[in-house]
Every structure is written in C-alpha cells, then in structure tokens.
C-alpha cells in the first residue's frame, strides 16, 4: 500500500476538472498549475481521462469558442497505474508509452497522486559527497601558487588542522585510509610470518595491510552493546595466544558506521598483553567515545576521506598519532623513503602514499562543516527511529553512553520473522523504488580470502554474523533532502510488517 500526504490530495485537486468545466476555464486552469496536464473526473471524482494542452488546442480548433464545454473532447484509454508497483515499473510505462506524466488510481478509481517522468529518475543514493564553498577557495589558492604537485601548503595546514580537531600532537596527510593502516603496521614491525588481530564486522581495507606485510590475520567478534570489537572475544584470542607462545604485533580496532569500539576495556586487554592497538577511525571522523575523539585513543588512529565519507578530499586518508617519530617515519616512507641525499638514494622500500596539495585544500574546506555534517547525519538517523517507531521488527545500531556517533550510515537490523521480508528482498525492493541500500559489510571471517584464518567469536552465536545476515545501511547523506527522506520511510513503510 502507498502512503499519501494531504499535500498530494490537495494538489490532485487543484489539477483536476469536470465535463462541465468550459475550454477556456480549463486553460487558464492548466496555465496556473504549470504542469501541461490535467485529470477529468466525473462529478463523484472518478477518473475519466487526462487532458494535455494540445488536446485543447484540437477542441478549440473544431468548436472554433472558448466558451464551450471540455465534454466535447473524445473519450481516452489513458494509461495508468492502480495497486502495488514500484519506481523503475512506473518509468518503464512511461518509456513505453512516451508520456511524462502517469496518474495513479486507488481502487474505487480515483486519483491518488500524479507521478512525474522528471522527479521519478531521481534515485536517492547511500551516501554522496556534500561539498560547501570553502573548498573552491583552498583549491584556487592552490592554483595560483602552482601548487599542483603532491604536497604543499595545504598538506602541512590540513595535517595541522586535523591534528588540533582531535587533540593529537601530529598528523601525516596521505593518500587513503588503506594507506595509513598499512604505514601503521610497517610502523609497528609487522612483518612476514607475525599475527594480527582485527574487527572481523568491517571492510576488507582494515585487514588487507596485514596480508601486504606477510601477517596472519586473526578475526575477532562484534559484541551486542556498540556492534565494534568484542573484548570478551578478544579476551578469548590472547587466551590463544598466549597458549601457542605467538602473541600479535597489532590490534586493528575498528569504530564501525561512525560509533567508536568501547576503547578503555578493549586498551587494559591489549596493555596487559603489551600489544599495541592501531585504531580504525576511516568511519568515524567527529565521532567522540568518553569525551575523547574517535580515533586518538590507540597508538595510531586512521581516517579516511573517501567520497562517501562524513568529509571528503576525493581519495585521501590521515594517520595521527602522540608519538612524534612515528608520524616522521611514516612520512618518510610515505614518500618512497628517499634518504637525505643530494642524489635518489633509498635504504628500504618505500611507497607513494602522500597526499596531494589540490585535495588537501578540499580537506581543508571540509574540515570546517565537519560538525554541521555530524549534525546532519544524526537528524536523519534520528528522523529514521522515530518515523519508524512503530515497526518492532527494526532493531536500531545501539549508542553506549559514552558514544556520540557521527551515525555515518543510518544502520540497523531486520528481523525477518517479525518483518515479513529478508534483508536482500527489502534492498531488492527499495531498489526498484530507485533507492540506494546495501548490506552491512560481510565479516573478514566470512570472506572466500580469509577463509584459513582463525576466528573468535563473542559468544557461541557469533554477533557479526547475526548482524550481516539481518543488516541493512539506509540513505543517510548529510544532503539529503525532506523529500527524499519522506521517499525512504514510506518505501520501507510500505514493505514492512508492523
């Protein structure tokens, strides 16, 4: 069943005439309303035909007079749509038919709302980039400098800038959050044959640096509380370890969808064990656990400035840290490790992992919405719980009280007992009506890839594997409109079992 506002049965009114209407009232009618289309009903409201400006342009040729009557246009087959269809459906009869506009009639036979050709090919997508207008600043700057090659005086102020935010001492502007994960093991002396531990509810990017350094990974749980790394689950992979003599050089801590992982309890684990945790901030730049920013509470924190992220610089990612010879290190290797040298002369293998002047003055601009973006983010998964309220089968990703999450996706859980529908058939679904959802992301444990590596799950049912078979990310762009809002909750409204 759809769902109509009293706005769209207003407007329906307003575009809407009868038999008795004359030529001349139906075009100044048509004029005012400005869409080239009007709805003949009879007199009890029941849809007869459409009527476009051309088919009163023939009735004024043949009567030769304003004056008379719209009962005189012939009768019309118009198409229409009536019960349940989808987006992609209506634009496929439109395409067919090579009409702009198609009326949708309920089941008594009266128009319920008109669907337009030109709002119907909007799709509402996950997340897209939402630039401001400092950007276009820092980048001209930039260009009249001619700083266009990879570092400059946006890289050095971006890492300033980024470092002051979050209260660390020292940041390396570079080119992904991939990058920076894999200085950070370089960093700690991961090398061939050593173990590391990792959030197993992420994206493949936080464990494929272990693999680019010879490591294992080990794969650790989500747990109910935050959805992020299980420090019973954990508990249990040192317990392991400690057993085979073969602690890990790094724990991978990962702050899932913009929330941080409960960082005190899983830190006494690690530091009782004398294992460093590199934490995995890609998602949750803003985001704060304690009072403290995401992403400052490990040895090294990562964040990423991909174009679906909170702020973006394109491509691009920031290693932070307290420790000084840690961020000059990375820099160094960062730049191909070239020795001081009046000639090329390298020691060790480097890489080319430093960010470019031009996107850093992105970053810049960005840097200064971040809060506002934050906002705007938490008001939409906000709008999301409360419009849906009423829906028992929804189970909402959980904040702790010591999170505040940036909510970078509007995430959470279907269950299909309660739902009436899986999660792929409600993505499917969503789909056809032209919106963008997707899965949570499949566990690293569960990944063809990691198929060898040794797992530890939070308790005998593994958590992350609850949520990625019921999962699903929504819409939730800081630049998303009321109406593309209203579009999801009513699709999911209306595919949902109450």
């Known amino acids: 069943m759809q769902l109509y506002t009293r706005e769209k049965v207003k407007n329906i009114a307003a575009i809407s005439v009868t038999a008795s209407a004359t030529l001349k009232q139906a075009l100044v009618q048509m004029d005012r309303m400005g869409l080239g289309l009007l709805l003949l009903n009879d007199d009890n409201g029941i849809f007869k035909r459409t009527i476009t400006d051309g088919d009163?342009?023939?009735?004024?040729?043949?009567?030769?007079?304003?004056?008379?009557?719209?009962?005189?246009?012939?009768?019309?087959?118009?198409?229409?749509?009536?019960?349940?269809?989808?987006?992609?459906?209506?634009?496929?009869?439109?395409?067919?038919?090579?009409?702009?506009?198609?009326?949708?009639?309920?089941?008594?036979?009266?128009?319920?709302?008109?669907?337009?050709?030109?709002?119907?090919?909007?799709?509402?997508?996950?997340?897209?980039?939402?630039?401001?207008?400092?950007?276009?600043?820092?980048?001209?700057?930039?260009?009249?400098?001619?700083?266009?090659?990879?570092?400059?005086?946006?890289?050095?102020?971006?890492?300033?800038?980024?470092?002051?935010?979050?209260?660390?001492?020292?940041?390396?502007?570079?080119?992904?959050?991939?990058?920076?994960?894999?200085?950070?093991?370089?960093?700690?002396?991961?090398?061939?044959?050593?173990?590391?531990?990792?959030?197993?509810?992420?994206?493949?990017?936080?464990?494929?640096?272990?693999?680019?350094?010879?490591?294992?990974?080990?794969?650790?749980?989500?747990?109910?509380?935050?959805?992020?790394?299980?420090?019973?689950?954990?508990?249990?992979?040192?317990?392991?370890?400690?057993?085979?003599?073969?602690?890990?050089?790094?724990?991978?801590?990962?702050?899932?969808?913009?929330?941080?992982?409960?960082?005190?309890?899983?830190?006494?684990i690690c530091e009782r064990f004398g294992v460093p945790i590199v934490e995995d901030a890609a998602e949750s730049l803003g985001a704060s656990y304690k009072g403290r920013a995401s992403g400052t509470l490990g040895a090294m924190g990562v964040y990423s400035f991909n174009g679906n992220k909170i702020i973006t610089t394109s491509g691009g990612g920031m290693l932070v840290s307290d420790n000084l010879a840690f961020i000059e290190r990375a820099r160094f290797l960062a730049t191909q490790a070239r020795d001081p040298a009046p000639f090329y002369q390298h020691s060790v293998v480097g890489f080319n992992y430093r960010m470019s002047n031009i996107l850093a003055g992105v970053g810049r601009g960005q840097l200064k919405v971040l809060e506002e973006r934050v906002r705007a983010r938490r008001a939409v998964f906000e709008t999301y719980r409360k419009e849906l309220a009423d829906f028992e089968c929804i189970e909402w990703m959980p904040e702790p009280e010591w999170s505040h999450s940036t909510r970078w996706l509007s995430v959470c859980a279907i269950r299909p007992d309660a739902a009436g529908i899986n999660t792929l058939e409600l993505i499917k679904r969503l789909s056809a009506d032209m919106i963008e959802a997707r899965p949570l992301w499949k566990p690293m444990h569960l990944q063809p890839v990691f198929g060898n590596c040794r797992y530890f799950a939070h308790s005998e049912d593994s958590v992350s594997d609850y949520l990625f078979e019921r999962g699903i990310c929504l819409p939730s762009g800081s630049n998303m409109s009321e109406e593309s809002l209203e579009r999801v909750i009513n699709s999911l409204r209306r595919w949902l079992s109450v």
Not at 144 to 158: E, K, Q, S, Y
Not at 166 to 193: D, K
Not at 238 to 266: C, E, H, T
């Open 56 to 268: 009163l342009r023939r009735l004024l040729i043949r009567e030769g007079s304003m004056d008379v009557t719209i009962s005189g246009l012939p009768a019309s087959d118009s198409v229409v749509l009536s019960g349940e269809y989808n987006r992609r459906e209506a634009l496929a009869l439109m395409s067919e038919h090579l009409i702009n506009h198609l009326p949708v009639l309920d089941n008594d036979g009266r128009v319920l709302e008109v669907l337009e050709r030109k709002k119907l090919d909007q799709q509402v997508l996950l997340s897209t980039p939402h630039m401001g207008s400092w950007e276009k600043e820092y980048v001209d700057e930039a260009f009249r400098t001619n700083w266009i090659a990879p570092l400059g005086p946006n890289v050095d102020a971006f890492e300033r800038e980024i470092a002051d935010m979050v209260g660390v001492r020292h940041a390396a502007a570079l080119s992904s959050g991939t990058a920076a994960i894999h200085l950070a093991l370089c960093l700690l002396g991961v090398e061939r044959g050593d173990t590391v531990f990792c959030s197993t509810l992420t994206f493949a990017a936080s464990a494929n640096p272990i693999v680019y350094q010879g490591a294992q990974p080990v794969f650790i749980d989500s747990e109910p509380d935050s959805w992020n790394m299980s420090p019973v689950a954990l508990e249990k992979a040192f317990a392991d370890a400690s057993q085979r003599g073969r602690m890990p050089k790094a724990v991978i801590v990962v702050n899932l969808y913009g929330q941080s992982a409960d960082m005190d309890v899983l830190s006494v």
